[in-house]
């Protein structure tokens, strides 16, 4: 392990800029995807949301790096990415050929659950603009020139194609020739990895993108299942999740992956839908750091928690504050994050500084 150092943010373009796939979530509210006859559309993806968070929330310089097929549903994922604010671009344009046979958008479709009824994704994304990207489509160096401070991809990228990966690679190889620190969210998806080997695969293709990394997120499922560390304590259904279980493995990960120099996860026990358990934890500089706990959360949207939990956490490393401000940080956000709908933060910084000092739901009027 080595000291994490970051640029200066008065030498580059960019605080943060990230990989991966924008859909057009589709949500049907309080109903359910099967018999809604509305949607309310909104854009996401694990990658992005953290870039869009960071942008938002904490006013940080961010950019996305994606593809999208230039028809009318295209047009209306970049209008939504434009109210989040990222730099667009280096979003690569895909002509369309009428019907997307050769490549089309990805639609997402989630349901937020309520209580025994847990939340829904169901994704509708094979052959999309994106998952096309193969090695060179990007001009690495010349993002990279123009300067990075902290560069993010994760596991859902990996996952879309056979090419996926390798962008991946050439991208994360890229930002740490150029000095940027380099962060992956293992995020695993059992949905995406089902016809291409699933965890099989997903640890063969993880653990090579991860010896590429300095700061490694994910949750109990991504770590166990889709890197191949067993968590101590927990079952099948994620009934509870013992804090030092969770420092164990984190230090095999951090013995086998000597690179790293953060690894930081999520703590979620789902008692319903509705009602979770949150925490957060990470280990950095070799020492632990554990946000306070928030037991029986209330939560309307669930999706994007983790990836606010993310960006709250870079945040705090871009802005030279301590450890444990980062993780608290993190975990203040994500809790905030699902608090409404959709996948990206509708929180602000004094809000989040609140939560983190313990601050109450009383109305603020």
């Known amino acids: 392990m080595s000291e994490m150092k970051i640029k200066d943010a008065a030498a580059c373009r960019y605080d943060l800029v990230s990989l991966?796939?924008?859909?057009?979530?589709?949500?049907?509210?309080?109903?359910?995807?099967?018999?809604?006859?509305?949607?309310?559309?909104?854009?996401?993806?694990?990658?992005?949301?953290?870039a869009r968070g960071l942008r938002?929330?904490?006013?940080?310089?961010?950019?996305?790096?994606?593809?999208?097929?230039d028809n009318p549903v295209g047009r209306l994922v970049e209008e939504l990415m434009l109210q989040g604010g990222c730099d667009l671009s280096w979003v690569r344009w895909v002509e369309d050929d009428g019907v997307g046979r050769r490549a089309r958008n990805g639609l997402n479709f989630t349901?937020?659950?309520?209580?025994?009824?847990?939340?829904?994704?169901?994704?509708?994304?094979?052959?999309?603009?994106?998952?096309?990207?193969?090695?060179?489509?990007?001009?690495?160096?010349?993002?990279?020139e123009s300067g990075v401070r902290w560069f993010h991809t994760g596991g859902i990228f990996a996952a879309l194609s056979e090419t996926t990966p390798l962008v991946a690679r050439e991208a994360m190889e890229a930002a740490r020739r150029s000095g940027s620190i380099v962060s992956y969210d293992l995020n695993y998806r059992p949905s995406l990895w089902k016809g291409i080997g699933g965890p099989e695969k997903a640890r063969s293709v993880?653990?090579?993108?991860?010896?590429?990394?300095?700061?490694?997120?994910g949750n109990e499922e991504d770590f166990s299942v889709a890197l191949g560390f067993e968590v101590e304590g927990v079952d099948e259904h994620h009934a509870s999740l013992p804090a030092e279980s969770f420092k164990q493995m984190i230090g095999k990960v951090c013995s086998e992956f000597r690179q790293l120099q953060a690894?930081?996860?999520?703590?979620?026990?789902?008692?319903?839908?509705?009602?979770?358990?949150?925490?957060?934890?990470?280990?950095?500089?070799?020492?632990?750091?554990?946000?306070?706990?928030?037991?029986?959360?209330?939560?309307?949207?669930?999706v994007g928690g983790g990836d606010s939990f993310a960006s709250g956490f870079i945040y705090g490393q871009l802005a030279g504050q301590p450890?444990?401000?980062?993780?608290?940080?993190?975990?203040?956000?994500?809790?905030?994050?699902?608090?409404?709908?959709?996948?990206?933060?509708?929180?602000?910084?004094?809000?989040?500084?609140?939560?983190?000092?313990?601050?109450?739901?009383r109305v603020s009027r």
């Open 20 to 50: 991966g796939e924008v859909m057009l979530r589709l949500d049907p509210g309080e109903g359910r995807v099967a018999t809604t006859r509305t949607f309310q559309a909104w854009e996401g993806g694990g990658e992005y949301n953290v």
């Open 56 to 69: 938002r929330v904490f006013g940080q310089r961010t950019a996305i790096v994606t593809a999208l097929v």
């Open 111 to 144: 349901e937020r659950g309520f209580g025994v009824r847990a939340a829904l994704g169901c994704s509708d994304r094979g052959h999309t603009a994106v998952s096309q990207l193969k090695p060179g489509d990007v001009d690495w160096k010349k993002l990279f």
């Open 206 to 217: 993880n653990r090579e993108l991860v010896r590429l990394t300095d700061v490694l997120f």
């Open 263 to 302: 690894v930081a996860t999520t703590l979620r026990v789902a008692r319903s839908a509705t009602r979770n358990d949150w925490g957060a934890m990470a280990w950095i500089d070799g020492k632990f750091y554990e946000a306070t706990h928030r037991p029986d959360l209330e939560i309307l949207d669930r």
């Open 323 to 361: 450890p444990a401000w980062s993780v608290e940080c993190g975990a203040a956000h994500g809790a905030l994050a699902m608090t409404t709908p959709g996948d990206a933060s509708m929180a602000t910084l004094a809000e989040v500084e609140r939560v983190m000092k313990g601050g109450t739901a």
